[in-house]
């Protein structure tokens, strides 16, 4: 049996030991976490949602019509007006047919991969993919082959070198730890060339890309023709909770058929997707918080060029700092924590190994004194 209390010893010796921190107020950019008031950027509420008072009455109304738990999965009798609603309004506001509610991203990505494919198949993912699509790949028995970050004609070469047996080419639209956006135009076109699935998780554009916020498809001028498979998570610039996937009418029977994750898991609260029907309304009637949210980015970049800082190439909330060593990213962190200032180390395996960052994360709830707080803080340790 493992001496598990000797492993996490070593997690700590070498850095890589994680703790919660507790917090006591609701998300917004300056929070109580574990006693004292931080100002903070790690949260993924890009566009200020989360404690929206539109939102929370729209839950509030929800319980009191709905109560609090839906009872059931979505297949016994736990699918209601409000999941259903909020369904077709999904799948109207991104230009898909239809739209298929789950309950995270994770369960998502597992529930489509694993419902389509099986042993002899493939699955092509990009190598900083999010652990849910590797996951997801494993979980269907198909086999997992990894191309190069962002890099098309690795995957092309990879393709034009496989046999038989479906394929799937997945990817992040933004991905989590780099804040870049994947060449999706070029992997519609190799999708399309070598007849393969496309399935693209679109969890941190979904909101804050295209001029509407329908995300990284609309970033590009793509369409349901173009990405056959589309990942949406709502507790990230939506505010509140659950994801979904859209596609066709016959690739969402499927999934109500076959996908796992969303046959055996009790339907989410009616009352949080009342809540997500008002946060939907919100993002599609506010395109301020979407344009703010570019003017905070532009200052901090313009300010981080300025000190020297090494930035990642990002044009989306997340802005990672790129420090390499992972105790220097974590003295780091906990140098920005004593100034009041919440932002977390991000260290393998979560990123590869030397390319320990700060994961530097804005919402529409900033201001930009809030900005300049954190360049001086930075100014400061250089």
Known sequence: MKDLRHELEQRKAQQLYRQRRIGDSPQGPEMRIDGETVLSFCSNDYLGLANHPEVVRALQDGAQRWGVGSGAAHLVNGHSAAHHALEEELAEFVGYPRALLFSTGYMANLGAIGALLGHGDRVYEDRYNHASLLDAARYSGARLLRYTHGDSEDLRQRLDSQGDGERLIATDGVFSMDGDIAPLPELAAIARQTQSWLLVDDAHGFGVLGAQGRGS?????????????????????????????????????????????????????????????????LVRQESWRREKLQTLIARFRSGAAQLGLRLMDSATPIQPLLIGATDMSVQLSEYLRARGILVPAMRPPTVPEGTARLRITFSAAHEEAHIDRLLDALEAVQ
């Open 217 to 281: 498809v609309e970033h590009f001028g793509l369409n349901a023709a173009d990405i056959p498979i589309l990942m949406g998570t709502l507790g990230k610039a939506f505010g509140t909770f659950g994801a979904f996937v859209v596609g066709s009418e016959a690739l969402i029977e499927t999934l109500i058929q076959q996908a796992r994750t969303y046959i055996y898991t009790t339907a989410t609260p009616p009352a949080l997707a009342e809540a997500t029907r008002a946060s939907l309304r």
